[in-house]
């Protein structure tokens, strides 16, 4: 029995939280000839003898800040970067030149050995070991704020594979904290607390009630056609007690995938042992639903919370915290970079179907 083609989408979507902030849909392009990122190679090593993160190598690398459950026998390893792009050495003070500033570039910047296994992936570390990865993101977070009152944003990153920005194979995440509000973290806040002011209400929870309970059906106008159907749950790529993995609507990257909390929550440090515990379940299955249909993708994902920082102080109630997951398909062309708007040629509505028809145990 043959199935009927879907019709070809080219529109531009507006991302309901950063309204200037827009993604091409043109799944005509997929035909065309292109390059994509090539899948990161399966390293199945568990111990490789120099590298630097690997258990026995720890001379390697600088002291360790912290580790979990200990120094001897950690899980995760927390070290300052060696070629940190900020740092607390510096003692040079901020400059004008006119219409030209520089701001001093203090901060700090560390590596979280994710894991003692040197090419373990994230679907394939336990439940437990995500769970006491994410507990050692929640307290350099909170001891990077607590040690310097000049941070004003601490980003918990990961880069996994060259074409994702990852120099070193074994499995790390990079944590830096920084004297200024990053320009995307600040145009969510900031939009944010627009629309709650207009609405009073958080727009990433509205969206969260939208994915879960929204249905809808678009006809057009003179031919009495579908134009289009939402139903409930199609954006939902994972459900837990406390948290959801949605596929944005206005999706970047084609594999896109963002976790929130289910109930409002600006502050990532303020997670409990509960929702940390279920965040660690829906990570594990997401991850794997992506490496089931696009194996060995390479990709970045990064915790977005609220900044600590005066101007956003009023922010709770509109800011939602979340974690965003960009996997590296294809390689940006030069009407992306020219342009800032990013072409997506598998429509989120067919990603997101694919993912979740993983059957996983």
Same mark, same amino acid.
């Given at each position: 029995m ?38 990161a ?23 360790? +800040?912290?580790?979990?459950?200990? &120094?001897?026998?950690? %899980?995760?390893?927390? #070290? @300052?970067? /060696?070629?940190?792009? $900020? ?25 979280? +050995?994710?894991?003692?296994?040197? &090419?373990?992936?994230? %679907?394939?570390?336990? #439940? @437990?070991? /995500?769970?006491?990865? $994410?507990?050692?993101?929640?307290d ?26 990852? &120099? ?6 990079? #944590? ?5 509000v ?36 678009i ?43 289910l ?15 279920d ?83």
């Open positions: 043959m199935t009927e083609k879907a019709p070809p989408i080219r529109e531009i979507r507006i991302n309901p939280v950063v309204p200037c902030e827009s993604v091409l849909v043109s799944t005509a392009r997929g035909m065309r000839p292109r390059k994509e990122e090539e899948p190679p399966r390293d199945t090593r568990k111990h490789v003898d120099k590298c630097p993160f690997c258990t026995g190598n720890e001379h390697m690398t600088p002291p360790t +800040v912290t580790a979990a459950p200990d &120094s001897d026998n950690w %899980q995760v390893r927390v #070290v @300052e970067n /060696l070629f940190p792009v $900020l740092g607390d050495d510096s003692t040079s003070s901020n400059l004008v030149f006119g219409l030209q500033q520089a701001i001093d570039g203090y901060g700090r910047h560390e590596v979280i +050995v994710d894991h003692p296994e040197h &090419s373990i992936t994230i %679907q394939d570390m336990s #439940v @437990e070991h /995500l769970v006491t990865l $994410l507990e050692v993101y929640r350099r977070i909170r001891a990077l704020y607590s040690a310097d009152s000049r941070i004003q944003y601490v980003l918990v990153f990961k880069n996994f594979g060259p074409a994702a920005g990852a &120099s070193i194979a074994h499995t790390h995440s990079q #944590v830096i904290a920084m004297p200024v990053p320009e995307n973290v600040y145009n969510e806040v900031a939009h944010s607390r627009l629309y709650y002011e207009k609405n009073r209400q958080c727009i990433f929870c509205s969206l969260i009630d939208e994915a879960l309970t929204f249905e809808a059906t006809y057009d106008r003179e031919s009495g056609s579908i134009r289009r159907q939402i139903g409930v749950g199609q954006y939902v790529i994972e459900r837990g007690r406390h948290f959801v993995a949605i596929k944005p609507f206005a999706s970047r990257y084609e594999w896109e995938i963002h976790i929130l909390p109930r409002h929550r600006s502050d990532f440090i303020d997670i409990s042992d509960e929702e940390r515990d965040m660690a379940v829906v990570l594990k299955r997401a991850m794997a639903r992506l490496d089931a249909v696009i194996g060995g993708a390479q990709y970045n994902f990064f915790l977005h919370s609220i900044p600590h920082n005066n101007d956003f102080a009023n922010c709770h109630n509109s800011y939602h915290w979340h974690l965003e997951i960009c996997p590296r398909t294809s390689i940006p062309t030069g009407f992306e970079l020219g342009s800032g708007l990013f072409v997506s040629t598998i429509s989120p509505e067919q990603a997101a179907a694919r993912l979740r028809a993983v059957e996983l145990d």
